[in-house]
């Protein structure tokens, strides 16, 4: 079960975000990157979000602000560590950037399967309700692709388009990398190959 740390109500604990990433989903989208995963997976491309402890503690609404301030987002990623851990909060934001025209997706390690069963993490299923697509399976390194066509990383993975409008939108290629650099200069590396990794040197 998921380790007790109390994050305030009407808050996310996150390790990262940028805007406007073309290689976790169709468009250019936001991506929120949940602190906290239980599973350790071997060749895990963010071994850093595995920890429950506080990170970035942000507000939904202060984290729909910014995602929804930048017109170029056409959408929002969860990503992780494991966004299911935080469905009620995550279920909450993606409702309120559905509302301004947004579209969501999300990665889990959890299997569809897991998330609408009775062991599922809590809210699950109201954050299943706000997804447009799902990638879901644990990422096994035995099985991994390393194309840079894929739009999954490892065989396991499977694409749910949960709402059709999606279907012919499945464009994107999760095996590129991607390098943001921030304000302050911190440099944010994304897509599987090369592990997202946040510094400033």
Known sequence: MVQEIKIPAGHLNIMGYVDESEVNGPGKRAVVWAQGCLRECPGC????SWSFEPNQVVSIEELAERITSNSNNEGVTFSGGEPFWQA???AELARRVKAKGLNVMSFS?????????????????????????LIDGPYVESQAINDPTSLVSSRNQRVRVLNPEFQN?????????EIHVLKDGTRIITGFRGAMGIGDD
């Open 169 to 177: 939108r499945l464009d994107w290629a999760s095996d590129q990398m």
């Open 45 to 48: 491309f963010n071994p850093s």
């Open 109 to 133: 390690g959890f299997t569809l399967d897991e998330l609408s069963g009775d062991k599922a993490p809590p809210g699950a299923i109201a954050l299943l309700e706000q997804l447009d697509i």
């Open 88 to 90: 009620p909060a995550l």
